[in-house]
């Protein structure tokens, strides 16, 4: 089946905009989760949905960033007032269910801010 | 102490040989642990899981998991050019299994 989709692939944009990113998750996967990637760095987590509630945001870096999942199915992560600290690549994995199950990822979004 | 350590590399093996990474991690109350391997330019793609003591054998990986050292280790016998890639350990952390924390990743070389 297909797997997780992000858009868009890649994001330009200049500091101080605003920017949404979004998933879309493994169809009938409840768990959405966001991680953040640096160059050399392995993923950092973001912030964790369990169907619609985010059960888990203790790594968002600041009140800049929020994300939500209406329907328990697709995710927008947003980002205001970016800053060139920003820049990364934005991952989103799905999983069946919350607990310790493998989570699989989208092919990401690289994000730079000029 | 970070949470999941793993040697940056780069590990240089050449094509057939055994490739070992090992992965160490903090929480002694850990349960499950990943490995995750990510070509260049890539996202994160999951080849290995293991959720309790021993080995785990997966075609030509092997996961290993000692919870009394604790340490993670893959082994991936008979390398190819093919298997180059960064592999990431990831395990649940200190504070909850829901998400993952990953180490910076070991790079892996095959040469031909």
């Known amino acids: 089946g297909a797997g997780v989709s992000q858009t868009p692939s890649n994001k330009v944009t200049e500091k101080g905009k605003y920017v949404e990113l979004r998933c879309d998750p493994i169809?009938?996967?409840?768990?959405l989760y966001w991680y953040r990637q640096s160059l050399g760095q392995g993923p950092e987590f973001l912030i964790y949905?369990?169907?619609?509630?985010?059960?888990?945001d203790s790594g968002l870096p600041n009140d800049r960033f929020f994300a939500v999942r209406p329907e328990g199915s697709v995710s927008t992560l947003k980002i205001q007032r970016t800053e060139r600290g920003d820049s990364a690549v934005y991952l989103c994995?799905?999983?069946?269910?919350?607990?310790?199950?493998?989570?699989?990822f989208g092919p990401g979004t690289r994000l730079t801010v000029t | 102490q970070k949470e999941v350590e793993q040697n940056s590399g780069p590990l240089s093996v050449p094509e057939g040989a055994i490739a070992s990474l090992n992965c160490t991690y903090s929480?002694?109350?850990?349960?499950?642990f990943f490995w995750y391997r990510q070509y260049s330019g890539k996202s994160p793609e999951l080849i290995m899981s293991?959720?309790?003591?021993g080995d785990k054998e997966d075609g030509r990986f092997t996961a290993q998991l000692n919870k009394a050292s604790q340490y993670v280790s893959l082994l991936i016998r008979d390398s190819q050019p093919s298997d180059s890639a960064t592999y990431l350990c990831?395990?649940?952390?200190?504070?909850?299994?829901?998400?993952?924390?990953f180490g910076t990743g070991t790079r892996l070389l095959v040469s031909p």
């Open positions: 929480d002694r109350g850990s349960q499950s």
């Open positions: 949905f369990q169907g619609t509630g985010a059960a888990d």
């Open positions: 990831a395990g649940p952390g200190n504070t909850g299994f829901q998400k993952l924390v």
């Open positions: 994995a799905s999983s069946p269910d919350g607990g310790d199950r493998e989570q699989y």
């Open positions: 169809s009938g996967h409840t768990a």
């Open positions: 293991i959720y309790s003591n």
